[in-house]
């Protein structure tokens, strides 16, 4: 996929600090050497991108779809894409089976182009009864199942990519269809009437080739490296052979990356989960798919609550979990699920038993840097070139 501008620009700003530092500096422009890079800048450099999950949040202004414009603001100075936190999902965009909500996500595309922000899209099918609208769940597929099934699933993939078209690039087609306890594939009401969990997510990336044959088609799961993962990455790894074997056009794995700290000593951590975890991305990389970093966060887990030491073993974690897989240079675009602890998911799902608050982001609640930002740079300035 070509640069866009943002990329481009990001790119000639961080060459310009590069520039700047060496000899020559002096011909360099003062505001670029003075310039921090963004994030999306490192990346660039490497041929990697930046970006982060965002809202839609009533009280937002100017078509701003977050409400707190200083978050806006720090998402789009950066970041090189965006996807929408929520609201391609089934239960924001289909409030009954007959029609579609698009405002919000529409709200979400038109800011990120204003700000020459790529847009991922997340995602056709969350296999999940406990993700499907409640309409969806209860369906009456009628005398004809099969057909009904099919021209639900399809109607709703089709709908969604010819209305983007070339404006999304890439898209989750098909989210956490794998069991975690036991690897097996969930079944909802659309595989029982299709005949099975396979047929259904074969036919949802066979819509979205048809229908957006230039975009990439990504499956996309939590199967993370920390200890209990081993039966859902194998029951993913099941899953992406099966893909291979007949024929469904599935570009990548979206590697979600909710990382949970395993306590203080990071390094330890890391040296007991690293063969598995590189074993599952050579055979991921084997079958021939491409890589993301979809959703990255950390749940501070058997951290002590001081934030000095919290923040560091947040990041040393974040580091290393960041150098290992993006020594695979399959791996193209590394996303945040938000960038500030203002605006994270964890909080509300998981509290820490001891009461202080998380902090699974970059940047704080205030939207200062923390450790994790300088982490995340780190490891992208030190990544192999693309
Ligand atoms: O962060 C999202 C949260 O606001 C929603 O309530 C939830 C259900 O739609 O989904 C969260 O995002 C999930 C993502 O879509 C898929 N991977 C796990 C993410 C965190 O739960």
């Known amino acids: 996929m070509p640069p866009s501008r943002r990329e481009l620009l990001a790119g000639a700003v961080a060459t310009a600090a590069v520039t700047a530092a060496a000899p020559l500096a002096a011909a360099a422009p003062l505001a670029a050497a003075a310039a921090p890079a963004s994030l999306q800048g490192i990346a660039a450099r490497r041929g990697l991108r930046f970006g982060t999950a965002v809202p839609w949040q009533a009280g937002g202004r100017d078509g701003v779809p977050v409400a707190d414009p200083a978050y806006a603001r720090l998402i789009a100075a950066q970041c090189g894409l965006i996807v929408a936190e929520n609201e391609m999902k089934w239960q924001h965009l289909r409030p009954t089976p007959t029609t579609f909500a698009f405002a919000h996500f529409d709200a979400i595309m038109a800011w990120a182009e204003r700000e020459h922000l790529a847009v991922r899209g997340h995602n056709l099918l969350w296999h999940q009864p406990k993700w499907f ?27 969604v ?71 859902h990455r194998d029951g993913v790894l099941r899953l992406l052979e099966g893909f291979r074997r007949r024929g469904v056009p599935v570009d990548a794995l979206g590697v979600q990356s909710h990382l949970v700290t395993q306590g203080i000593d990071t390094g330890a951590a890391v040296a007991r989960l690293e063969g598995d975890w590189r074993r599952f991305l050579d ?29 560091r073993a947040v990041a040393d974690f974040t580091r290393a979990y960041l150098d290992i897989t993006l020594s695979y240079p399959k791996l193209r675009d590394v996303l945040c699920w938000g960038l500030s602890d203002a605006h994270s998911w964890i909080e509300g799902f998981e509290p820490r038993p001891d009461g202080v608050k998380r902090r699974p982001t970059p940047y704080d609640v205030a939207l200062h840097p923390k450790p994790m930002r300088a982490a995340i740079a780190a490891a992208l300035a030190a990544a192999p070139m693309r």
């Open 133 to 159: 609208p409640r309409w969806l769940n209860d369906y009456d597929f009628g005398a004809q199942p099969h057909a009904a099934a099919e021209a639900l699933l399809t109607t709703h993939i089709r709908t």
């Open 161 to 231: 990519l010819d209305r983007y078209g070339r404006r999304i690039a890439s898209y989750d087609v098909v989210n956490e269809a794998v069991r975690p306890e036991d690897g097996k594939l969930y079944d909802t009401s659309l595989s029982k009437a299709l005949g099975g969990p396979e047929a259904t997510l074969d036919l949802a990336f066979h819509t979205a080739r048809s229908a957006a044959p230039q975009a990439q088609l990504v499956y996309n799961d939590y199967m993370s490296w920390e200890p209990g993962n081993a039966a």
């Open 283 to 311: 055979a991921v990389t084997a079958m021939g798919y491409g890589l993301l970093i979809t959703e990255l966060d950390v749940r501070d887990n058997h951290l002590p609550a001081a934030i000095p030491s919290r923040d």
